[in-house]
C-alpha cells in the first residue's frame, strides 16, 4: 500500500521514475529530481500544468483528510467493539464481527501511517511542486510581456 503522494507521483511519473527518484533521495540528488520533472513539464501545456497543480492540490487534502480522520475512525472502533461486546451475542456470532470490525480498523490504521509517516513521498511532492510552480509563474511572466 502506497501513500496518496507516492500514488500521485506514480500516476504522473510512471513506477520506474518513482523508484529512480526514491533512490535519488536516499543520495542526497534533489537537484537531479527536480531537472527531471521539470523536463517533463516543461513539454505539457498551460492547460496541462494548470489540471496537475489542481490535481496535486486534491491529492494533498486527501492526504490531510486521511490524517484528520482517523481521530473519528479511532472512536468508531472503540464503540463498534463496546457495543458488540455488551450485546452479549454468542460467540458464533461475536467472533466473526470482532474479527470483521478490527481488519477494517487495522486496514485503516496502516493507511493513516503510510499517509501520515511518507517523508520521501512528501520530499517529492514538494519538488513536484516547486518545479510546477515555477513554470506556471514562468508561463505567466511571459504572458505579460516581462523578461526573464
Known amino acids: ?3 496518496v503522494l507516492g500514488k500521485l507521483i506514480q ?3 510512471g513506477c520506474e521514475r518513482y523508484t529512480i527518484y526514491t533512490e535519488k533521495l536516499n543520495k542526497k540528488e534533489s537537484m537531479d529530481i527536480f531537472c527531471d520533472i521539470y523536463r517533463n513539464l516543461c513539454q505539457q501545456s498551460q ?6 497543480l489542481k ?3 486534491g491529492y494533498v487534502q486527501m492526504s490531510i483528510r486521511i490524517s484528520r480522520n482517523f481521530l473519528y475512525i479511532t472512536m468508531g472502533y472503540m464503540v463498534a467493539m463496546a457495543m458488540l461486546l455488551l450485546m452479549e451475542l454468542s460467540w458464533v456470532i461475536l467472533l466473526p464481527s470482532l474479527s ?6 487495522v486496514y485503516k490504521l496502516i493507511e ?3 499517509n501520515r509517516y511518507c517523508d520521501r513521498d512528501v520530499r517529492i511532492v514538494l519538488i513536484y511542486k516547486i518545479a510546477l510552480f515555477h ?3 514562468e508561463s505567466c511572466l511571459q504572458k505579460e510581456g516581462h523578461e526573464l
Open 100 to 105: 470483521v470490525v478490527s481488519i477494517c480498523y
Open 55 to 57: 490535481e496535486l492540490l
Open 112 to 114: 493513516f501511517v503510510r
Open 47 to 52: 492547460e496541462d500544468l494548470n489540471n496537475a
Open 11 to 13: 500516476r504522473r511519473f
Open 1 to 3: 500500500m502506497k501513500s
Open 135 to 137: 513554470l506556471l509563474e
